[in-house]
């Protein structure tokens, strides 16, 4: 599977108490090579896991690789933050956006489909996310 990881489910993956932590698991048994990610999506991992080894071990093991150098990138992903204001959008949300970009083909495996399916790539491209069911 080919995909960007966003925060939440890097979280659930490596947290069984997360409602999620059973779907998570499931995606991560499908994956075949890194999940493309950020280093804005893993520091917010490590945090939320209290576990910088953990988030280490994500990356060492091949479940994800850091995609994104920000510096390189720096325009659009200002472009995106004016854009997406009025929702406030966190580093990570942007840089997602971005690696979306950059890698079309790829979805996003997200547990946040409140932002998800509001924001777009380029103009009006729907991002094609991986998200837990519904309730």
Do not use: Q
């Not at 995606?27 to 280490?56: D, K, M, N, Q, Y």
């Not at 920000?70 to 971005?98: Q, W």
């Not at 790829?106 to 991002?127: K, M, Q, S, W």
């Amino acid at each position: 599977m080919k995909a960007i990881a966003d925060t939440g489910f890097l979280v659930a993956f490596g947290n069984r108490n997360d409602y999620h932590h059973e779907w998570a698991v499931g995606i991560a048994e499908r994956v075949t090579e890194p999940l493309l990610t950020c280093e804005a999506c893993l520091a917010e991992t490590a945090f939320h896991l209290g576990s910088s080894a953990l988030v280490l071990a994500f990356l060492r093991d091949g479940l994800a690789r850091s995609a994104l150098v920000l510096t390189e990138h720096v325009s659009r992903l200002a472009e995106l933050a004016a854009r997406y204001a009025d929702r406030k959008p966190d580093l990570a949300d942007l840089c997602l956006i971005r690696l979306s970009e950059l890698h079309p083909k790829y979805p996003v495996i997200t547990t946040d489909l409140a932002d998800f399916r509001i924001y777009r790539r380029g103009r009006r491209e729907v991002i094609p996310l991986i998200h837990p069911p519904e309730r």
